[in-house]
């Protein structure tokens, strides 16, 4: 390279010899010098290279007969001499300034310390909630206790009463139940006779009208007309019978449209919400 460069200073100093002929020939003849100078050294670096490539090849891991377990051998034993380098020489410090020793375990100290109290914020948040936790199971347990307490009270207070007890109890809820029924009859007494005093029916003869008492017809001549009383019976025996899903009942000729109305604006009746022409007992919730 050192003779490119000589003759590339050799061309530029005739180049500019005033001597010499025009500046564009002598340019051209400083090119071509130049080219037959790189042409020359890139002849003499394709026969070193040559050179190279016929010289045998030094070292096992370079032979083309090398195994595997030889390279790995090889890499083993080489890792093993840098262990046993890095045992035998000692640690050194970053720097023998005490300031900057200083300065760099400071440093991690804080490291530390911030990450302590990250942890500590955790682990109390974590100790919070437990509490927390504890204090709810606590009181579930409490309840629980209590209830188990009611329920073996009354097992005691059950087991203590004696059968005879039950028997007299059984024969109170027969008494009441036949006092009610009693008292369900005196009603619907009362409630006929309040009816046929307050709502008389129309001009009618009393043997021409048609009776339904509990649900059985007397006369079936269609045209005779129902007391309030008989209409109250029809639509109770309708929404307590068998068909308590469907209470209504359909409005026939025999029912007088006077009376229908008044119960319907007094509320005792409603009709049906797609047939006008059916009423059902309104429901009382006591």
């Known amino acids: 390279m050192d003779d490119v460069t000589a003759g590339a200073q050799r061309s530029l100093m005739t180049s500019f010899d005033p001597d010499q002929q025009s500046p564009s020939t002598e340019l051209e003849e400083a090119e071509n010098q130049l080219k ?9 670096l394709n026969k070193l290279q040559a050179k190279l490539n016929q010289e045998k090849k030094i070292g096992k891991i370079n032979n083309p ?55 500590l914020s955790v682990v109390k948040t974590q100790r919070r909630e437990l509490v927390e936790e504890t204090e709810r199971e606590r009181r579930l347990l409490k309840q629980h206790k209590e209830v188990k307490a009611s329920i073996e009270e009354k097992i005691e207070v059950e087991q203590k ?24 009859k005196n009603l619907m007494k009362n409630l006929g006779q309040f009816a046929k005093q307050h709502f008389p ?31 109250l019976e029809v639509l109770m025996n309708k929404s307590t019978g068998e068909d308590k899903h469907d209470p209504y009942v359909q409005v026939t000729s025999n029912f007088w449209p006077p009376y229908v109305e008044l119960l319907l604006r007094c509320g005792i009746a409603r009709r ?15």
């Not at 037959?36 to 003499?44: A, F, H, P, R, T």
């Not at 004696?162 to 369900?184: A, F, T, V």
């Not at 047939?275 to 006591?286: C, P, V």
């Open 65 to 119: 007969e090398c195994t595997m377990s030889q390279i790995s051998e090889a890499k083993e034993k080489r890792l093993q001499a840098e262990i046993d380098a890095n045992i035998k020489t000692s640690p050194s410090l970053l720097s023998t300034n005490s300031e900057v020793i200083e300065a760099v375990l400071l440093s991690d100290l804080q490291t530390c310390v911030e990450q302590l109290k990250q942890t």
């Open 201 to 231: 029916m129309p001009n009618i003869p009393d043997s021409k009208r048609k009776r339904h008492l509990s649900g059985k017809t007397v006369d079936d001549d269609e045209d005779e007309l129902f007391q309030l009383f008989e209409i």
């Open 272 to 286: 049906h919400p797609e047939d006008s022409n059916r009423i059902a007992l309104t429901s009382y919730h006591m």
């Open 36 to 44: 037959i100078e790189i042409e020359e050294q890139w002849l003499k």
């Open 161 to 184: 009463i004696p059968e005879k007890s039950h028997d007299s109890e059984l024969k109170n809820l027969e008494k009441m139940k036949k006092r009610g029924i009693e008292k369900q």
